[in-house]
């Protein structure tokens, strides 16, 4: 696998203002931490609209509140660079399935698909050429009861390989199974609330890149394809795209920040 994902600074995102454009069949990944200075957190609130700053405040600890108005303020700089905009400027609608889409642009612009994970600080983006994604990022937790949730929850197959793993890698094992899942059901926007049993995730020989395998009668499709990110060890993150023929760009560098490569 690549090297692991460099977490960028928040404020030099933000400070970012050269365009950036997606290729057709071109998936972009950022990553970064959700730690920053008092100036990129008051920037990063001001780029939030009243519904996102109402509903970062209802989190009880100031952490997650900051780790909130970071994460989405980030995701609004990008979006602005991508679609030639002020963070502030930028606006969303939602799917009927209440997934966040970008609002359609004028002249019959393609307008690009992203998703959004954070976790512990943590957080990735993805924003493609206007196919659907998904991406989750987990913290592996040691001591999950890795064969027990996936006895109940998993297909036979993910559950079997869970098994087959040395105890000490049955948790990476779990966790790779459950990011792949759930960024596919965020691509969806299905959530988990869907029966995560009735598709199977199938890995290659490689282990980087995997299928997905949907059992009938299902509402989820099955024309997606997924990706293990390259995060560092104690980490698990996926990426869930539409369809078959598309190319990952890691944006996984400073120059990234002013160059977009």
């Not at 920037?43 to 519904?51: G, T, V, Y």
């Not at 027990?148 to 890698?169: H, K, S, T, V």
């Not at 995060?231 to 120059?255: D, M, Q």
Request: include cysteine; glycine fraction near 8%; hydrophobic fraction near 45%.
């Amino acid at each position: 696998m690549a090297r692991a994902l460099l977490n960028l600074d928040p404020a030099r995102i933000c400070g970012a203002r050269s365009a950036l454009r997606v290729a057709d069949a071109s998936v972009h990944v950022w990553a970064f931490s959700l730690e920053g200075s008092a100036a990129c957190l008051e920037q990063c609130r001001q780029a939030l609209c009243p519904l996102e700053r109402a509903r970062g405040d209802r989190f009880v600890h100031a952490a997650s509140r900051d780790h909130f108005a970071v994460a989405h303020g980030v995701l609004r700089h990008l979006l602005g660079r991508y679609l030639g905009c002020e963070a502030r400027e930028v606006s969303f609608s939602s799917h009927p399935n209440g997934k966040p889409t970008l609002a359609a642009a004028g002249g019959g612009a393609r307008v690009p698909s992203f998703n959004l994970t954070h976790s512990q600080g943590r957080a990735l983006i993805a924003v493609s050429d206007g196919r659907e994604v998904g991406i989750d990022l987990e913290k592996v937790k040691p001591d999950v009861k890795a064969v027990a949730i996936a006895r109940r929850y998993f297909a036979a197959a993910e559950l079997a390989d869970i098994e087959g793993q040395p105890m000490a890698l049955q948790a990476d094992a779990f966790f790779r199974y459950w990011v792949a899942k759930e960024a596919l059901l965020k691509g969806q926007g299905i959530g988990l609330r869907f029966p995560i049993d009735e598709f199977e995730v199938q890995f290659d020989a490689d282990d980087s890149s995997a299928r997905v395998r949907v059992h009938e009668p299902s509402r989820l499709d099955g024309d997606w394809t997924l990706k293990r990110l390259p995060v560092e060890s104690g980490w698990a993150a996926a990426l869930a795209v539409r369809g078959r023929h598309w190319t990952l760009s890691l944006k996984n560098s400073p120059h990234a920040l002013v160059h977009g490569a």
